[in-house]
């Protein structure tokens, strides 16, 4: 049987090879979008639902591969693990999986309403005026989507690794930081929040990008942590040039974050409004399935719309959803992204009948 950081860094490598096959999916559909259709609510919530299913099977699939991570680390610890299925959660609170699909639209008109004058009717050329501010927009819409992907799939293992531990009575865990899967090294905070132990049902603080995953705690003497204890010495060595005495001055918190939960922060650093909230609770099976009955009533709610503006010689028809509004412009390809919405409804359908 591997050891426990060998475990760990095979589990984090096959999370982030689903992770960028999804990627590779998502980026496909957004790139494909004319500068039109960024601006038609008609396409990007068909985009997003297509996007949504399958951020949904990478989750899926993250938390069944940290299930089967969880059960190795167990087992090279001497612990028996429990025999109970992990059901899929969804790992956010407040909002749903189709809501976030939307946001690399929501990004993109963000950074294109600084600029009101520049409306390209097709993409420009490289030597074209403005190619570099509207390539700047493309590219934060799909950094967001990386951004949340990543999130998500990291939350979602961890939220999966730890019902593990607690269904088979671990009472502790640590983070397991991963200076080897960062392209700029391992982030101060975890740094110093490495080397403490975290109570079972207490979701890990995170930070954006974050690539820490759990692992049980032992006992002081536990040959684990001991090893652990000597790679955080050797990471405060390494950490591009940020010395034990530096990072030994860093004092961090964590504060709640409206949909993540627990975020790893600085003493310092102030909390935005989202992240201050208060009425954040861990998602379950049952909070999901509150969310996928929602998915399905805006899918109908959706498909309603545009039929009626398929079937009619409006050129855009404009209506409200759970206080956001929405504009669909019959133009484009509306057609398709109706498809993809009733696939997705569909989809929900099955799995709520399941």
Request: with cysteine.
């Amino acid at each position: 049987m591997a050891d426990v950081a060998t475990l760990s860094v095979t589990y984090d490598r096959l999370r982030q090879s689903l992770v960028n096959e999804y990627l590779r999916q998502a980026k496909s559909l957004w790139d494909s979008l004319t500068p039109a259709e960024w601006w038609n609510d008609a396409v990007t919530v068909g985009v997003a639902a297509r996007s949504c299913m399958a951020e949904i099977n990478m989750i899926a699939q993250v938390r069944r591969l940290a299930v089967s991570y969880a059960d190795d680390t167990m087992k090279s610890m001497g612990i028996t693990p429990s025999d109970q299925s992990v059901e899929f959660v969804y790992p956010r609170y407040g909002t749903t999986p189709w809501l976030v699909a939307m946001r690399p639209a929501s990004t993109y008109r963000h950074d294109a309403a600084q600029y009101p004058d520049i409306r390209p009717d097709e993409w420009p050329g490289a030597d074209d005026d403005y190619f570099e501010i509207i390539d700047q927009w493309l590219s934060d819409s799909i950094s967001r989507l990386e951004s949340i992907a990543e999130t998500d799939s990291v939350v979602a293992g961890n939220m999966a690794t730890l019902d593990r531990f607690e269904d088979s009575k671990v009472l502790s865990y640590r983070r397991v930081v991963h200076p080897e899967l960062s392209k700029t090294g391992t982030c101060g905070l975890c740094l110093v929040a490495a080397d403490r132990w975290y109570s079972i049902g207490t979701l890990l603080p995170l930070h954006q990008r974050c690539r820490c995953t759990v692992a049980p705690a032992g006992s002081d003497d536990d040959p684990d942590f001991q090893l652990s204890d000597k790679d955080l010495k050797t990471l405060y060595a390494e950490a591009g040039g940020t010395d034990r005495k530096h990072l030994s001055e860093i004092r961090v918190q964590t504060i709640t974050h409206g949909e993540l939960g627990p975020i790893l922060t600085t003493k310092e650093a102030k909390a935005s409004p989202r992240q201050s909230s208060d009425g954040w609770r861990k998602p379950d099976v049952s909070y999901t399935r509150e969310q996928y009955e929602k998915m399905l009533n805006h899918a109908r709610e959706f498909d309603k719309r545009y039929k009626e503006l398929q079937d009619s010689d409006k050129d855009k028809l404009s209506f409200r959803l759970d206080g956001k509004t929405y504009v669909f412009k019959n133009t484009g390809r509306i057609s398709q992204a109706r498809k993809w919405q009733q696939s997705f409804q569909r989809q929900l359908e099955a799995i709520l009948n399941r």
